[in-house]
Every structure is written in structure tokens, then in C-alpha cells.
């Protein structure tokens, strides 16, 4: 079932934002395709009525005082580090 | 013996100055810079505290329990005085504008950070190969890898640059780099030390840990950093609590599936003679049998990758970072700066993570490994239930040569196969320097206690360093 064509892995790159070459795409696709095959061997355990783990430790609703602190990352530190601001703003190309 | 005492009790009675420490921590590193372990020195800063603090004792201050002790984070630590660049390109202008919590809480007790180490990209590797930055060598066998994906913390300690380092595991980035220099290096329960302030990779399993050349020493820097935070809010209460004595004879279990003829011989024969210095020590030892442990390392590529992909997603160019040049659209700007700034390593788990999330995959792959975590953490229960402590290698072999593993992203994956269990269960795992291979290089066991008694394993630790 894990068989990767090169379309597939341009939709891979699609939903995870990168702009791959094509020699790249040529590469993942023969990785990608390797640790699929990998991955694939745990299909074969009967996990038929197991609950999911998302979370070891058992914490639950942890609360805090809803009340404002003060942070040295103020608006002007992280401006600054934006590659391109302009006023208060971070500035971007066109979106569409 | 303890370096971190030593420094400590050296500036407590003025027999050396904080400046002569850091001083000297500097130049050592300077001498070690042929095994690139260290990305930046954060000398300026360093020397600034060192003075301040010197000062502070001059007016008969008290400088902390760490005073004037040199140490070294792994470059996804946020921290003053460098850029935090994670190895990767994406970052590789980012002047952190905050401290992690770790970080500020081992400042606050004087000591002082000289620089950042050596990491795979986003912490993502099993070697320190896949840094954009350049590769880290072993501390015993410039030819060898350092491991990963702390490898630079690991060098450092090892070569005595500075007496504890900072590094982060996942699926075993403290244990195996730990195991491949000859040092000790923990890896706590789930939420025992703060993530705040250190680069996320797979928030189910990261923690923050150290590196040190002893046990007592891994455990006075835990006692520092380990306790709840509120600015993480998986942090648990401060449940480390030191122990003075181990109580022996403890009940110990050698999982079957890790002694396995996959394993090098060596690695298995120098296990062996660490179980037969536990049986003198006056501990049991049974070997136990954890049918999941070899499934583990497929469920971890799973789950972890898909943790990846969505910490990830938050590098895109605009806010903070490299953005690429010449792009004329947003979805450009994202894209190019995304394919130029990670590794190839980065993008092959963000994209494995895509995969295993899309609609029509989701259940097949990541809830069936979260099921199987499930049925994983019950084996372990089970085995706790019966043995106070389990031990494995820590790494199927000594370190292997550079660039062997580079083209094979499975086979630096199965680096990990020991230690990814216990990342999984969310349980504390220590890696004990055991022995060294024909060929010079270190060799560790890795000991794993139940969830929260990462105190216990460290005095167990203590103990059996004192007897050696």
C-alpha cells in the first residue's frame, strides 16, 4: 500500500509547504518510499478495542491565572525580527 | 568525583575566580574546535556575567550552587549571547528574544553559559550529520560520528570542555550520542523539565535533559532544572526528590529483544559484563521478554514525524528567520523558504507526517500507532510491575563512521531502536558508560525506571559508579 509515485510526493510537498526541485522530488520518493515499507510492518498488530495514547502522564485541565505578564519579547524586539517590517506590521508579498 | 564541586568549591573559597573558569572553559573549547561540537561561542556575554559575578562575591554574596560552573546548550535551546539557529538554515539569524526555562534556572543558581553545540537540524537525526552547519566528530575517533542528535553537548562533555551540557531527546538524542562518547546523559519522564524556550519537534515525547562525566553530577543539574513551570504547561509537579542511598539488592530486567544477533556482539558482551556487575553489586538480574519493543521504532516514525509536520509549519519566512529571496507571491515566500531553510532529513519526516495525517491515512497509520503505544506502555506496566529497573543497550553498536548511514534514512533511524521505547511510555532512561569496544570506542547500557523515578535511577546510578 505504500507504493509513492512522483505526484504523490508533490502533493506531499503541497500540503507541507515546500517548493521541491524536481531532483529532490526524484530523491524522496525512493526515501519516502523506504520508510512507508518500514512503517507499514505495524499494520500487521491486532489493536482491535485499544484506546489511543495521546498523553502519558494523565494531566488534565491544567490552569493558570488569566492575568497579563510582562515579557522581555516586546513588539519592537519582535519586529526586529521579522526579515521585513514595516511600522507595526511584518510585510509580506502579494497573497494572490 | 564531581567537576561541577570542584568549580563550585574552587569559587566559593577564592581559590579561583569565576572569569579564571570561564576563561578557561573558553580555551578549551578553542582547542576542540576540530571536532566542531560548538556552533558559537557566547563569549562576550560569558565574560560579562563572570565579572559581575565576581564582583557579587566580592561583596560576599552568595553566588548559587552552581557557582561559576561552564556549560554548553545544544543550539535549539533558546539562549542570549549567539544566535539560536537549530543547525538549520531557517534560523540562521535568529537572536532569541527570550530564555528557556532550563536556561534561566541554571543562571539563576551561577552557572554560566559558553556556547551552543552541534545538533542534526531541528534535532532530527540519529548523528550530527545533518546539520547545515557541518558535521560533529566523536570525542574518541575523529572518523566516527558524534551521534545525534545532541552530538555537540555530547563531545563537550566528553572532552571535558565544560562539566554538564544541555541537550534534547526525543527518541533518543541524550542516550545515544551519550553512549557513543562514554558520558552519562538522562532523558527524564515526560514533563519532569520545562520546554518553554526550546525549538519543539514532537511535543508527545520532547524532553529536556543533560550530559555529565558522572551520575551525582547528572543529578545535581536535574535537581536544578526539573520542577513544574508555568510557562509549560505539560510540567509536572517537582517530583525529584534526591535519594542519598539506592536500596539495594533491586530487581532487574534485561529485555530479550534488545540482545537480539542484530545487536554487534560487542555491544551484547560489554551488556553482559555490566550484568555481571550488577549481580556483584548484590542486584537480580532476569532477562524478561517485551514482544512490542521491536515495533516500537515503526510506531515512533509514525507518531513522530506527524508531531514534526505541525511544529514545523510555523517556519515559513515571515515572522522570524530566513525568508528567500526573489519570490513574488506569499505561497512562494513560503515554499522556497521552507525547501532552502530545512534539511533534507526535516523534510522527509514533515512530509512522512503529512502523509501519515491526511484524510483516507489517519486511521491506518498514526491512530493505529497511538493504539499500539497504548498496548507498548502496557508491557512496560507489566514488567514494572515485577522488576524495579530494566536495562537494554543503549544503541545496537559503538559509533559508526561518518557519512556510512547518510543515504539510508531507515537504517540512521534504526540507531534509535533501543531507545525509542521508553520516549514513547514517557518514563525516564539513563545511559551508564559501560565499556569500550576493541576498536576505542565507548559502549553504554541504557537503564529504564517506571514513570517518576527518575530520582531512584539516579541513585541506583550513584551507587553502582561508586563501587566501580
Given amino acids: 500500500m505504500s507504493t509513492i509515485t512522483t505526484d504523490d510526493v508533490r502533493h506531499l510537498a503541497q500540503l507541507s509547504n515546500l517548493q521541491l526541485t524536481d531532483e529532490e522530488i526524484a530523491h524522496l520518493q525512493i526515501d519516502l518510499g523506504n520508510i512507508l515499507a518500514y512503517i507499514d510492518q505495524l499494520n500487521a498488530l491486532d489493536t482491535s478495542g485499544v484506546e489511543p495514547t495521546y498523553q502519558v502522564t494523565g494531566l488534565e485541565n491544567v490552569w493558570r491565572s488569566d492575568e497579563v505578564q510582562t515579557s522581555d519579547a516586546t513588539r519592537d524586539v519582535l519586529l526586529a525580527l521579522a526579515p521585513e517590517a514595516v511600522g507595526n506590521s511584518v510585510k509580506v508579498p502579494q497573497v494572490l | ?468
Fill in chain 2, 1 to 468: 568525583m564531581s567537576a561541577i564541586s570542584d568549580i563550585v568549591n574552587a569559587v566559593n573559597s577564592g581559590a579561583s575566580s569565576v572569569r579564571t573558569q570561564v576563561e578557561a572553559a573558553l580555551a578549551r573549547a578553542k582547542s576542540a574546535q576540530q571536532y566542531h561540537a560548538l556552533l558559537a561561542l557566547t563569549e562576550t556575554r560569558a565574560l560579562e556575567r563572570a565579572d559581575e559575578m565576581d564582583e557579587r562575591r566580592a561583596r560576599g554574596e552568595n553566588l548559587g550552587t552552581l557557582a561559576g560552573v561552564p556549560f554548553v546548550v545544544k543550539d535549539n535551546y533558546l539562549a542570549f549571547g549567539a544566535p539560536t539557529t537549530a543547525a538549520a538554515k531557517i534560523l540562521e539569524n535568529f537572536n532569541a528574544p527570550i530564555q528557556a526555562t532550563v536556561v534561566e534556572r541554571l543562571e539563576a543558581e551561577g552557572a554560566i553559559c559558553i556556547g551552543k553545540a552541534n545538533l542534526d537540524a531541528f534535532a532530527h537525526g540519529g548523528s550530527t550529520e545533518n546539520s547545515a552547519y557541518g558535521v560533529t566528530y566523536n570525542a574518541h575517533d575523529r572518523t566516527k560520528v558524534a551521534g545525534g542528535s545532541s552530538g555537540g553537548s555530547a563531545v563537550v562533555t566528553a572532552l571535558d570542555v565544560v562539566p554538564f551540557a544541555l541537550g534534547s531527546d526525543t527518541g533518543g538524542s541524550i542516550r545515544q550520542p551519550a553512549s557513543f562518547n562514554g558520558v552519562y546523559g538522562i532523558k527524564p519522564t515526560y514533563g519532569f523539565t520545562s520546554r518553554y524556550g526550546v525549538v519543539a519537534m514532537a511535543s508527545s515525547t520532547d524532553v529536556m535533559g543533560c550530559f555529565a562525566k558522572s551520575a551525582g553530577d547528572v543529578e545535581l543539574i536535574m535537581k536544578i532544572i526539573a520542577g513544574r513551570d508555568e510557562k509549560d504547561m505539560t510540567t509536572l509537579p517537582d517530583y525529584f526528590v534526591v535519594q542519598e542511598e539506592s536500596d539495594p539488592p533491586l530487581k532487574i530486567g534485561l529485555i530479550r529483544e534488545t540482545m537480539t544477533d542484530d545487536v554487534d556482539p560487542e555491544v551484547r558482551s560489554i551488556t553482559e559484563e555490566y550484568v555481571e556487575r550488577l549481580t556483584k553489586a548484590g542486584h537480580t538480574v532476569e532477562e524478561v521478554s517485551m514482544p512490542l519493543a521491536p515495533l516500537a521504532l515503526a510506531m515512533y516514525y509514525i507518531i513522530v514525524p506527524a508531531e514534526v509536520s505541525s511544529n514545523l509549519a510555523r517556519y515559513d519566512g515571515v515572522r522570524y528567520g530566513r525568508r528567500a529571496e526573489g519570490v513574488k507571491t506569499l505561497a512562494e515566500l513560503y515554499g522556497r523558504s521552507r525547501d532552502e531553510g530545512f534539511m533534507t532529513e526535516n523534510k522527509r519526516r514533515i512530509m512522512i507526517g503529512s502523509y501519515v495525517l491526511s484524510s483516507g491515512f489517519f486511521d491506518a497509520y498514526y491512530l493505529q500507532a497511538q493504539k499500539a503505544r497504548t498496548l507498548l506502555i502496557n508491557q512496560f506496566n507489566e514488567l514494572f510491575s515485577q522488576y524495579d529497573l530494566l536495562l537494554t543497550p543503549t544503541a545496537p553498536t559503538p559509533a559508526f563512521g561518518v557519512g556510512d548511514n547518510v543515504d539510508d534514512p531507515v537504517k540512521m533511524y534504526l540507531s534509535d531502536v533501543m531507545t525509542v521505547p521508553a520516549s514513547l511510555a514517557g518514563i525516564p532512561a539513563l545511559n551508564i558508560p559501560a565499556g569500550v569496544s576493541h576498536g576505542g570506542l565507548p559502549v553504554g547500557v541504557q537503564v529504564i525506571a517506571p514513570m517518576r523515578e527518575d530520582a531512584k535511577l539516579l541513585a541506583f546510578a550513584k551507587a553502582m559508579e561508586a563501587r566501580s
